[in-house]
Nanobody, 123 residues
Framework: QVQLVESGGGLVQAGGSLRLSCTAS????????MGWFRQAPGSEREFVAG????????NYADSVKGRFTISRDNTKYTVYLQMNSLKPEDTAVYYC????????????????WGQGTQVTVSS
């Protein structure tokens, strides 16, 4: 079982930046694919970004490509989401997820989920 704890959410003005962090329990972190998802009020949860087990592959939703960057530090059991040029439509609860199959930067098939962190972008 993997436990994921997100941090770094908050309120920011449009055009600003935030960095989300997600720290995992356990010593198998480096074998997992990791991802970030988000869910806005009244909407379904959607894929934001994914990264393979050693970070060689990344994958992004079109809506965030060029603005968000996913990265990981396996020595710290942590995955990051750097969010730049934030827009009001980025407002959502952001979730970290882990996938047992870590060889790709997948958009689905995640096994473990964090509790989420709120990101609010004001106009």
């Amino acid at each position: 079982q993997v436990q994921l704890v997100e941090s770094g959410g908050g309120l920011v003005q449009a055009g600003g930046s935030l960095r989300l962090s997600c720290t995992a329990s356990g010593h198998t972190f480096s074998t997992y694919g990791m991802g970030w998802f988000r869910q806005a009020p009244g909407s379904e949860r959607e894929f934001v970004a994914g990264i393979s087990w050693y970070g060689a592959m990344t994958n992004y939703a079109d809506s965030v490509k060029g603005r968000f960057t996913i990265s990981r530090d396996n020595t710290k059991y942590t995955v990051y989401l750097q969010m730049n040029s934030l827009k009001p439509e980025d407002t959502a609860v952001y979730y970290c997820a882990a996938r047992k199959v870590g060889t790709t930067a997948a958009r689905g098939g995640y096994d473990y989920w964090g509790q989420g962190t709120q990101v609010t972008v004001s106009s």
